[in-house]
């Protein structure tokens, strides 16, 4: 599971937990700018979107997320954190400044939208900590 992220945002750095009651994500616009979204959502949370924080990058091809609209964006950020098999976490620096792939899901009836951290299966170097690995775009933002 992406537990965390640290990102920089109006010239703040901020690291959010998905822990926190009303967890949000800077996603990249068109113009280059960031613009905030919530982040997944938790069970107590209204709302018509899936609970949760990630979407995995099997079920987003497959079609599962289709009836939310789903759009492809782009996540700025400096490090994300992961928990091990054993729940302990580990942080991940962006040392290659690329940016994570997130899900963008929108009810039109509500007008409710929320992004999503695209995953997979880990690479041969994580797969002994995790069961998931976030998506990074091959884009360099810095």
């Not at 290659?96 to 992004?115: D, I, Q, S, Y």
């Amino acid at each position: 599971m992406c537990q965390a992220v640290t990102f920089q945002f109006n010239g703040e750095q901020y690291t959010v937990d998905i822990s926190h009651p009303r967890p949000a994500l800077p996603v990249l616009m068109p113009d280059q700018s960031s613009k905030m979204f919530p982040w997944g959502r938790h069970s107590n949370q209204p709302g018509t979107l899936p609970f949760g924080f990630t979407a995995k990058r099997d079920a987003v091809l497959a079609g599962r997320w289709d009836k939310w609209f789903p759009r492809r964006v782009l996540i700025p950020n400096d490090a994300y954190m992961l928990l091990n098999f054993e729940g302990k976490p580990k942080w991940y620096p962006n040392a290659m400044k690329t940016h994570l792939v997130g899900l963008m899901a929108k009810n039109p009836e509500t007008n409710e939208r929320r992004v999503y951290v695209v995953v997979e299966e880990p690479d041969i170097v994580l797969a002994d900590y995790h069961d998931i690995s976030p998506v990074s775009a091959g884009v360099s933002y810095r």
